[in-house]
C-alpha cells in the first residue's frame, strides 16, 4: 500500500471512532434524562394537597399547592385545570407548568388562570378538577 492511502485509512478510522464516541455520549445522555425527566412514576407520586378557585374580573385562577411525595425530585410539572358545565360535559382546559424542579419531601404553590376578562369571560361552568401530568 502506498503511505498517501494508509494515512487516508488512519484518518477516516480515528473520524470514525470520534463520531462513534460521540454518538454514544449523546446516546447515554438522551437515555439518561428521558429517565430522570419522563419518568412517569415520578408524577404519581406528586400530589395536589389543597386548591381554591376564584374569578378575578372574568378571570378564573385556580390557587393550590402540589407535594413531591416520592423519592426523586420532579421537573417539568404540568398542573391542568378542567372545567365541566351543569351536565358534567367537559368545556374548557387551563394549564400551567411549575419552572424548576421539585425536590421529595417538598411543597410548592401553583396558580393556573384561565384566561378570560370583564367583555370577554372565561365559559360558563359548573364544577372543575385540579390534576397533575408530566410532560
Given at each position: 500500500m502506498n503511505e498517501r492511502y494508509q494515512e487516508d485509512c488512519?484518518?477516516?478510522?480515528l473520524w470514525y471512532k470520534f463520531w462513534s464516541f460521540c454518538w454514544f455520549i449523546f446516546f447515554f445522555i438522551s437515555e439518561k434524562m428521558s429517565e430522570s425527566?419522563?419518568?412517569e412514576e415520578i408524577y404519581e407520586k406528586l400530589?395536589?394537597?389543597?386548591?381554591t378557585?376564584?374569578?378575578?374580573?372574568?378571570?378564573?385562577?385556580v390557587l393550590g399547592a402540589v407535594l413531591n411525595n416520592g423519592k426523586e425530585s420532579a421537573r417539568f410539572i404540568q398542573i391542568k385545570v378542567d372545567l365541566f358545565?351543569?351536565?358534567?360535559?367537559?368545556?374548557e382546559q387551563c394549564s400551567e407548568t411549575l419552572s424548576g424542579s421539585l425536590k421529595p419531601g417538598k411543597s410548592r404553590n401553583f396558580k393556573v388562570?384561565?384566561?378570560g376578562c370583564k367583555s370577554s369571560p372565561v365559559v360558563e361552568h359548573e364544577s372543575y378538577k385540579v390534576y397533575i401530568v408530566g410532560m
Open positions: 488512519v484518518g477516516n478510522s425527566v419522563w419518568n400530589i395536589i394537597e389543597n386548591h378557585k376564584s374569578s378575578r374580573e372574568g378571570n378564573v385562577v358545565d351543569e351536565s358534567g360535559a367537559f368545556v388562570s384561565c384566561g
